[in-house]
């Protein structure tokens, strides 16, 4: 009983730390990719606009990428804390992404990063523009090698077993798997779309204020593009992704279902509602949609989709007794989250992109702007439940199919610990909410920098400031 405790506050403590740390890295991904992309047109076109736009977005990137460091360096330290065993029998495949992302990846976005913030007045123009896209081709690539990781523990290949853990012998395989490709473009996909929607909702605030128009005219548009693109990638990549887990974690896909009995061809849920249990055996509300799993799953109208219950037999005989069902309320409603949500942004994006089209300015459409600031929050609901749904689809396993959970915990780590870590990580993290909320308010609040007076392209700028 207390081993079990142990491990229930281990794994609440990994998620806390895991989903507080993801609110900061689409941020990042994104805005970095945005700064990039306003500094390179105020390199080309010297409009002025675009560059007090760099500067002002810059900071709000340099607020999350400060918070996402410090809160990414706690995930690490608890593979050894907590997770011993798990580090010792997988440490020679999973290290090694992380490895490389740490040595490499990192590296170099932190060590741009700085030449880019103190560069201004000391590098050439087109040096200076180069740091940033160096900086967010690191925050790309760091996101690559930890999703490569994290996509192993999904669908481990290219190790072979040797004794008591896991050899690597072939890290293509583990960086380029089909399952790694589509996690990774998702990610990104829908890091673009938070940062676009976080662009939007601070242009509206300025744009509702009736100040700065022209610049957050031009910043609001390009957000809104880049919130359809994104919103539209991530439903195109989202649906090649169902069909790569529908063959290589039919369990995870099923539970999104409730789908306890094969079928040919098999019916989309669309809302179900069912008893209060972990393994609920009937649904009370089930509004289905025939066919349409079938056609997402397989492309095929007929497509066969394992049920639950198959799923559950074939383990059993491959891996042993045991319950091989995740939590399936915590599947399905996790998954129409994301889904839903990713569809919402797409209208809204659609919508915004109409009603400030040439020859109306944005700000003229009231309601749009005062509701723009409340849509931010739907990519974080959406990134959460993304990652509820990835990670609680695999248990009981921590590795897919190589190691379970219960068996990846530290031997040695006892309830009070976990729990003494778990309580000082909470109000830690705590205090860091308040302190980027309050930075945050306080850049959005304070606005972009005055004008700068009859400045020619290439000159040099004061360092960036906060």
């Known amino acids: 009983m207390i081993a079990s405790t142990a491990l229930d506050l281990a794994r609440w403590q990994f998620a806390v730390t895991t989903v507080y740390h993801f609110l900061f890295v689409p941020v ?88 880019w913030i103190f560069g201004w007045d000391r590098l050439r123009a087109g040096v200076h523009l180069a740091t940033i896209w160096l900086v967010a081709l690191g925050t790309t690539a760091s996101a690559y090698f930890i999703l490569a990781a994290n996509s192993w523990m999904q669908h481990p290949v290219g190790y072979r077993k040797v004794g008591d853990h896991a050899e690597l012998v072939s890290l293509e395989k583990v960086f380029f798997q089909s399952l790694q490709v589509t996690h ?87 809302f179900a509602v069912g008893p209060w249990e972990r ?20 492309s095929s109208w007929n497509g066969k989709i394992t049920g639950i219950d198959e799923v559950q037999r074939e383990y059993r005989q491959r891996y042993g007794p045991g319950d091989y069902t995740p939590i399936l309320g915590t599947e399905y409603w996790t998954w129409r989250i994301m889904v839903g949500l990713g569809f919402l942004a797409l209208a809204f994006g659609a919508l915004g992109l109409w009603l400030g089209r040439a020859g109306r300015g944005l700000e003229r459409s009231r309601r749009f702007v005062r509701v723009a600031p409340w849509f931010l929050l739907l990519p974080f609901l959406a990134n959460t439940a993304g990652w509820l749904f990835t990670e609680m689809g695999r248990q009981p396993w921590i590795v ?28 830690v993290y705590g205090i860091l909410a308040a302190v980027e909320a309050w930075l945050m308010v306080r850049a959005v609040k304070t606005g972009p920098e005055e004008p700068f007076p009859e400045l020619p392209r290439g000159a040099a700028l004061p360092p960036l400031a906060y």
């Open 184 to 270: 990774f473009l998702h990610t990104i996909a829908a890091s673009l779309l938070t940062a676009a929607l976080l662009v939007l909702a601070v242009s509206a605030y300025w744009l509702r204020r009736g100040r700065e128009l022209e610049l957050f005219r031009a910043s609001a548009r390009a957000a809104l593009a880049v919130t359809v693109a994104a919103a539209a990638g991530v439903i195109v990549v989202g649906h090649f992704q169902a069909q790569i887990l529908t063959r290589e974690q039919p369990m995870k896909m099923a539970a999104a279902e409730v789908l306890y009995e094969t079928k040919a061809p098999a019916p989309l849920s669309l």
């Open 279 to 298: 393994h609920p055996k009937r649904t009370n509300v089930d509004i289905v949609l025939p066919h349409a799993l079938s056609v997402l799953a397989t």
């Open 28 to 115: 990042t991904i994104g805005l970095a990719w945005f700064v990039a992309g306003m500094q390179t047109v105020w390199h080309v076109s010297g409009n002025e606009r675009h560059l007090r736009m760099t500067r002002f977005f810059g900071k709000l990137f340099l607020i999350n990428f400060a918070l996402g460091v410090v809160t990414g360096i706690v995930q690490e330290f608890q593979f050894g804390m907590n997770w011993s065993a798990y580090s010792r029998y997988v440490g020679d495949v999973f290290g090694a992404p992380l490895a490389i992302e740490g040595l490499a990846a990192f590296f170099l976005e932190s060590t741009f990063l700085g030449l």
């Open 400 to 427: 897919q199919g190589l190691l379970l959970t219960r068996d990846a915990v530290s031997p040695r780590v006892g309830v009070a610990s976990v729990a003494l870590t778990l309580g000082g990580f909470a109000a």
